[in-house]
């Protein structure tokens, strides 16, 4: 299984991104994936989740409006859009897949495999 995050870089304030997440070795219809990311000196925290088949989305509460998840199953990649960067966006985004729904509280599904991570650096 292969998750690999990409499309980070360094911006300025009120710019935007678009992450992409290549999975591989997975059916990936089949799997909810998810964004999380790690700033500097912080806990990993929940970004926002795509459900399989209708394809709910989920989102932390302080990420709403500026972040979009999305899902591409025919080229096996999800999408995270990030409109709006602010310096408190800098981090290290990983994305995630899971199978199973746990709740309706963040993280909603238990994360089975990790990608690696690509860095969002926002100056002001």
């Known amino acids: 299984v292969q998750l690999q995050a990409s499309g980070g870089g360094s911006v300025q304030a009120g710019g935007s991104l678009r992450l992409s997440c290549a999975a591989s070795?997975?059916?990936?219809?089949?799997?909810?994936l998810g964004w999380f990311r790690q700033a500097p000196g912080k806990e990993r925290e929940f970004v926002s989740a795509?459900?399989?088949?209708?394809?709910?989305?989920y989102y932390a509460d302080s990420m709403k409006g500026r972040f979009t998840i999305s899902r591409d199953n025919a080229k096996n990649t999800v999408y995270l859009q990030v409109n709006d960067l602010k310096p408190e966006d800098t981090a290290v985004y990983y994305c995630?897949?899971?199978?199973?729904?746990?709740?309706?509280?963040?993280?909603?599904?238990?994360?089975?495999?990790w990608g690696k991570g690509t860095l969002v650096t926002v100056s002001s």
């Open positions: 795509i459900s399989n088949g209708a394809g709910i989305t």
């Open positions: 070795g997975i059916t990936f219809s089949s799997y909810a």
């Open positions: 995630a897949a899971g199978r199973y729904y746990i709740g309706n509280r963040p993280p909603y599904y238990a994360m089975e495999n």
